[in-house]
């Protein structure tokens, strides 16, 4: 059986495109690979499809020339950053990194409504195929590519180097960590219980509270113990069989022989008696924890509390601007301090993303257009420029296309920025409150909505307050706004265009 791999992946590598236009990403030729390609592998055609087994000569080849099974870090690295078999290797690498990332992308980005593939690819496509800099291996950066490779060579696993690296790809924790940040957790409930720590377990269950309508409160310290003992279970017998047999893939859901073999653990080392069908049940429970606990790591809070004594919810309310003496001075200017800092790279990231919700907007039949968004708005919103004069700028698009498909489009990116940096800013200071304790009983104060109306106003008056003015004097230009300024910065690289 042949498989969809090509002989010229090892003398190709897949970078990222630096316009930042387009896919995101670019396929080059490296001369010294196809150079070794062709003294080495004559019998091959680089354009037929290869077998498993032969793709498995290649790189056992490629791998025994290198000589790094026993080799150190800094020896390993040189070797594979010097040799031009370890160039191959690499090449062939970047392929299966990005498919890995453009599956990631197809399951959970929502059609690019959460996030685009150029945002997700230079967390792990970042090997441009080059000697990396001759300097100490902790001060030079060490590509992605490096890292699986060196783990393969050193676990030696059944699977083939392919799969490996969609493998890896995919459990990257910077990836891991961006998704997260998204609200997207991937991890399956098995390979949650597989990598969380006994200890984290109790912590989690001791002292984490969610808040939102479903929220996991106080448990007691026997629904502790005994999520303690299932997980102990679910290590010895689950975990302990995926050691044993080598398996480093996808967490597959426990057999029936494995449960029954937890039960009986359980039964003889904490007399625990429970049925299959609890048991899975309540793994699911101690997983679904787990996961909210990870979300909330890098999700902001919900706004709404739920009170415990009545059902209902109720708000917080952090004094106004002119009730901070409830705060001690030096906490007022910690978060004055805290606002200026954070200000200009929160709003930075929120223009960034505030075209993406742009370009969303935008209707299938016209996202043939969706490159032409931010040259168009660099022309006519930063330079002011007329349709025609724009035209004459920005090749292949016609005033018909600016007037009715990306001009209507100008007013959202503003309220999508606005939005955005509301919501990161109240996360920011949401947490400062909690972490610095600036209010000693947050339950017992009803402070969230009104931190959020004053955080509305900062925004407005910080960077939107001459768009505001512009509105009711009946302008359109945007110039003197903090928004403005961060906006024709971040759209500079389209002069040249």
């Not at 090509?6 to 896919?23: A, R």
């Not at 359980?266 to 699911?284: D, F, G, S, V």
């Not at 990161?424 to 972490?435: A, E, S």
Request: hydrophobic share 35%; net charge neutral; glycine share 4%.
């Amino acid at each position: 059986m042949t498989k969809t791999i090509l002989p010229n992946l090892y003398e190709k590598i897949v970078v990222l495109n630096p316009s930042g236009v387009g896919k995101g990403y670019e396929i080059k030729k490296v001369e010294r690979a196809q150079k070794y390609l062709d003294e080495n592998f004559t019998h091959l055609n680089r354009h037929s499809y290869i077998s498993n087994q032969q793709d498995k000569e290649i790189q056992d080849l490629l791998l025994k020339s290198l000589s790094i099974e026993e080799s150190s870090q800094d020896l390993f690295i040189d070797i594979l950053n010097n040799s031009t078999e370890g160039t191959c290797l690499r090449c062939y690498i970047s392929h299966f990194i990005l498919l890995a990332c453009q599956e990631r992308f197809k399951r959970f980005s929502l059609g690019g409504q959460r996030f685009q593939l150029h945002e997700l690819l230079p967390i792990v496509l970042n090997d441009d195929g080059k000697s990396l800099r001759s300097v100490g291996v902790k001060e030079r950066f060490i590509p992605y590519s490096f890292q699986i490779l060196q783990e393969y060579i050193k676990r030696k696993p059944r699977t083939s180097l392919d799969k490996w690296v969609s493998m890896k790809t995919k459990q990257s924790d910077a990836i891991e960590r961006f998704l997260l940040e998204l609200g997207i957790c991937t991890d399956s409930d098995w390979a949650i219980l597989n990598a969380t720590k006994l200890t984290q377990l109790e912590k989690v269950f001791r002292e984490f509270h969610l808040f939102s309508p479903n929220a996991i409160q106080h448990l007691s310290e026997p629904e502790i113990q005994r999520g303690r003992a299932i997980l102990q279970s679910f290590h010895e017998i689950y975990r302990g069989d995926r050691q044993k047999n080598r398996q480093y893939g996808r967490c597959e859901p426990p057999t029936e022989n494995q449960l029954q073999r937890m039960i009986e653990y359980l039964w003889a080392t904490y007399q625990i008696k429970i049925t299959p069908p609890r048991l899975i049940n309540e793994i699911k429970a101690i997983a679904n924890r787990l996961r909210d606990y990870r979300l909330c790591e890098f999700q902001p809070p919900q706004i709404k509390i739920p009170d415990s004594d009545n059902g209902r919810n109720f708000y917080e309310e952090i004094p106004d601007t002119n009730s901070f003496h409830k705060f001690k001075s030096e906490d007022e200017e910690d978060l004055q301090l805290l606002l200026s800092e954070e200000l200009i790279p929160y709003l930075d990231k929120a223009i960034d993303k505030g075209f993406h919700d742009v370009i969303n907007c935008l209707s299938s039949r016209c996202s043939n257009l969706a490159d032409y968004i931010k040259p168009i708005f660099y022309f006519m919103v930063c330079r002011g420029m007329t349709q025609k004069e724009t035209v004459k700028r920005v090749k292949s698009i016609t005033q018909s296309q600016i007037s009715r498909q990306i001009k209507p489009l100008f007013p959202k990116h503003p309220q999508q920025v606005k939005s955005r940096i509301q919501e990161q800013l109240l996360h920011l200071i949401l947490n400062k409150v909690r972490r610095w304790r600036i209010v000693e009983n947050p339950e017992q104060l009803d402070y969230f909505n009104n931190l959020s109306s004053q955080i509305e106003v900062f925004v407005d008056q910080e960077i939107f307050s001459s768009i505001e003015k512009e509105k009711q004097d009946g302008k359109n230009s945007h110039v003197n706004s903090l928004y403005f300024e961060r906006l024709c910065v971040y759209l500079s690289k389209y002069e040249e265009v």
